[in-house]
């Protein structure tokens, strides 16, 4: 495949969807202009968080030994290395994309899947700052009896993410990861 | 402020790394750019995404659907809303206990905070890319599935 045909079969959804959205433009001038409008607004906030992950991520990938990373958390880490996953999902906060990222350069570094998927559970759910807001927002019954339902429901689901996950699929999940820093 | 503490933190890291070593820097700098280049596609496209969704569930219209006596039509409509939509916590909650004030159930609100945390239609192209179609799709699944049971038991103790 040529470079640029290469390049329009990775943009191939993001230019369907731009189609859609110019159909929507015409034919129905002010939906289309509002979902232009959502876009843009989602794009300055995605804007403002992904350069620091990304740097945040190539950093780590450079300064952090593949060593240190999987006795930490990798396969023969334990339960400390589930809570050690957990604390570090529960401790961020921002939108759940970028925990993907973060995840990514954890399978890189050797990190068991069982703890990757705690760790996006966590980050996905049991982020200890918005627990603080929801406490306000919410009340303290309501906040605390989701937080430790959670709490049980993530750790069962990485479980079952793990279990469930064959060799093949878990291989290919790795492979998946190396390759995300690769050109194309 | 989370913001902030990310933006202080990767600073802080690369100018600690770039003094320790400036190859490496270059590297880490080369890489980030290159993991985000990578998954460019499916932000944009993802991006576009949000915006149909958002557009055709604005709150006003989650207010009327999840309302005071919606019943398991309303569960499983703000189930739907949390999976699709993608609204920052800090928004989702001063909603959420809007709605509550208005009437809806806390079951409701439960099912729509949590499945908004945990599920996530719109960036599925994004996670597929990073975990491959069937463990995307599964950790998707699994999550609303649990969502669904927790909130049945917060409405339980709430009551």
Redesign the interface.
């Known amino acids: 495949m040529t470079v640029l045909k290469r390049q329009m079969k990775r943009y191939a959804l993001f230019f369907l969807l731009l189609v859609v959205n110019a159909v929507l433009l015409l034919a129905a001038p002010e939906v289309g202009k509002e979902s232009l409008r959502m876009s843009f607004a989602q794009l300055t906030e995605m804007l403002t968080i992904i350069p620091p992950v990304f740097l945040l991520m190539g950093l780590m990938d450079v300064w952090i030994p593949k060593e240190v990373m999987m006795k930490y958390m990798g396969k023969g880490a334990g339960i400390r290395g589930g809570v050690f996953a957990f604390a570090l999902g529960s401790l961020a906060a921002g939108p759940l994309y970028a925990a993907f990222p973060m995840a990514s350069v954890f399978l890189k570094k050797g990190v068991s899947l069982l703890n990757v998927f705690l760790f996006i559970g966590a980050w996905s759910t049991t982020k200890i700052p918005m627990m603080f807001f929801e406490v306000t927002q919410l009340g303290v019954k309501f906040a605390l009896a989701r937080f430790f339902l959670n709490l049980a429901s993530i750790i069962l689901l990485a479980f079952i993410m793990e279990r469930t996950t064959g060799e093949k699929e878990s291989e290919a999940i790795y492979q998946r990861a190396c390759a995300q820093q690769k050109d194309h | 402020?989370?913001?902030k503490i990310?933006?202080a933190?990767?600073?802080v890291?690369?100018l600690l790394?770039f003094l320790k070593d400036r190859e490496?820097?270059k590297?880490?700098?080369?890489?980030?750019?290159?993991?985000?280049e990578?998954?460019l596609?499916?932000?944009?496209?993802?991006?576009?995404?949000?915006?149909?969704v958002?557009?055709v569930l604005d709150p006003d219209l989650i207010s009327k659907a999840i309302g005071s006596d919606s019943g398991l039509f309303g569960l499983l409509l703000a189930a739907v809303i949390g999976c699709i939509t993608?609204i920052?916590?800090?928004i989702a909650?001063?909603l959420?206990?809007s709605l509550?004030r208005a009437g809806a159930g806390?079951t409701q609100?439960?099912v729509f905070?949590?499945t908004l945390?945990?599920v996530?239609v719109a960036?599925l192209?994004?996670?597929m890319?990073?975990?491959?179609k069937?463990?995307a799709l599964?950790?998707n699944a699994?999550?609303l599935g649990?969502a669904v049971?927790?909130s049945l038991?917060?409405g339980v103790?709430?009551k």
Not at chain 2, 27 to 36: G, I, Q
Not at chain 2, 129 to 132: I, K, V
């Open positions: 402020m989370f913001t990310l933006y933190g990767a600073f890291w690369l790394s490496k820097t590297t880490a700098l080369k890489k980030a750019w290159k993991s985000f990578n998954i596609p499916s932000v944009l496209a993802v991006l576009l995404l949000i915006g149909f958002l557009t993608l920052p916590g800090f909650f001063p959420a206990a509550l806390y609100i439960a905070v949590s945390m945990m996530g960036t192209p994004l996670e890319q990073y975990f491959g069937r463990a599964k950790r699994l999550s649990a049971i927790t038991m917060v103790i709430m």
